[in-house]
């Protein structure tokens, strides 16, 4: 078990933001969440699964909902709502911990994301708990069924959840998670796009079975070799594929950014105009949340499960989906999917053709 310093969280932090390709939430949310823990004297503990009890029960904390601001309409119509002394990830725990009649003594990332790892990292620290070195994802993902849970039939349910107003809910059952995925998501759609879960409540033989070990191991290495990048003053892309994997896949500016917030989800359009070597070009990366789409003058390019990466080069930084803006000059990486994703099940789950695209994914880097 290691205690985890500042730098080390941010180095995770910012390889999460690597690898939420676009999605799951901002560094500046991601943060401002550690912060908070560290100046209430909190401890964040990173533990391997051989140093958990097999029966101990571990639970997923994250946010769901859309990724995009809120519009002056919106924030006007939740204006007079109150808002909860705790935060509403904390308030979920409890409420999951009361239907359980037992404490969760662990927890775990639902997704590689800025925001949404340090959630549970920061649920781990205000209460006590370990975070375990797995994700059941291995990057950002839109939909709760993204999840190596749902392709290891590790139930949903029971679930805790809460919006940013204090209202929580217990779910004792589910039909799938596919029901989950739209009840959860109304909830959210009626609660500033926002609703914090602890979901996936089940014994660390179970969950450590299922999850990608090591992926925050992975995600800190990924993110020191961002940090001392940027540092030094050098090349962005080289530093990330060097500690991933992967290559460059395109260097431009980006033309547009077009996204609407719709059931729950940010949607969009970014293209970006080559440059360099990719003068007289032009990609196009469509994204639900996360970057899931990518077209090279026109036809299809890197998609799902493979990981589609945008630095910003202007302000030296993972590129947050939809914040992106035009004339931010960038470069575009493809990083490698994880094992599970490549399976059958994981593709009938996370491929193109999971999102409506008539297309079986080829991919573009080797296995």
């Known amino acids: 078990m290691r205690e985890l310093t ?21 560094l500046e949310e991601g943060t401002a969440l ?66 359980l009649g037992k404490e969760v003594p662990a927890m775990i990332s639902t997704e590689l ?47 805790g959840a809460c919006t940013d107003f204090g209202e929580s809910m217990v779910i004792s059952y589910l039909a799938n998670d596919m029901r989950g995925e739209d ?70 500016t980006i033309r547009d950014n077009a996204y609407e917030t719709k059931d729950g989800y940010t949607f969009g359009d970014m293209y970006i105009t080559g440059e360099g070597e990719w003068e007289g070009h032009e990609l196009h990366i469509w994204y639900q949340n996360e970057n899931i789409m990518s077209y090279l003058d026109g036809e299809t390019y890197v998609t799902v499960p493979e990981l589609v990466v945008v630095l910003d080069l202007d302000e030296r930084l993972p590129q947050m989906n939809p914040y992106a803006r035009a004339g931010e000059h960038v470069e575009v990486l493809c990083l490698p999917a994880d094992k599970p994703w490549m399976t059958e099940k994981g593709l009938a789950c996370f491929g193109p053709k999971s999102f409506g695209f008539e297309k079986e994914w080829e991919p573009y880097l080797e296995y």
């Open 183 to 252: 009840i959860l998501r109304a909830v959210a759609a009626a609660s500033r796009n926002s609703v914090a879960i602890v979901d996936h409540i089940a014994p660390a033989k179970d969950i450590g079975a299922s999850v990608i070990r090591g992926a925050i191991t992975r995600a800190e290495k990924i993110g020191r070799s961002f940090r001392e990048a940027v540092k030094a003053g050098s090349e962005l892309g080289p530093a990330v594929t060097d500690a991933a994997g992967g290559q460059t896949i395109f260097k431009g």
């Open 113 to 159: 994301g800025a925001e949404n790892t340090a959630i549970a990292f920061y649920v781990a620290a205000m209460t006590g708990r370990v975070i375990l070195d797995g994700d059941p994802a291995g990057r950002s993902v839109p939909a709760l069924q993204h999840s190596t849970y749902y392709l290891d039939d590790i139930p949903m349910y029971p679930l």
């Open 34 to 99: 550690i912060d908070e823990a560290l100046g209430a004297g909190q401890k964040f503990l990173l533990a391997d699964f051989n140093e958990v009890d097999p029966e101990a029960l571990i639970g997923t904390p994250y946010f769901c909902g859309a990724i995009s601001p809120l519009t002056e309409e919106e924030e006007r119509k939740f204006a007079d709502l109150p808002v909860p002394d705790k935060a509403p990830s904390l308030i979920a725990l409890e409420a999951v911990e009361k239907l």
């Open 6 to 26: 500042r730098e080390n969280l941010l180095d995770i932090l910012y390889g999460c933001a690597i690898l939420g390709t676009g999605g799951g939430g901002t």
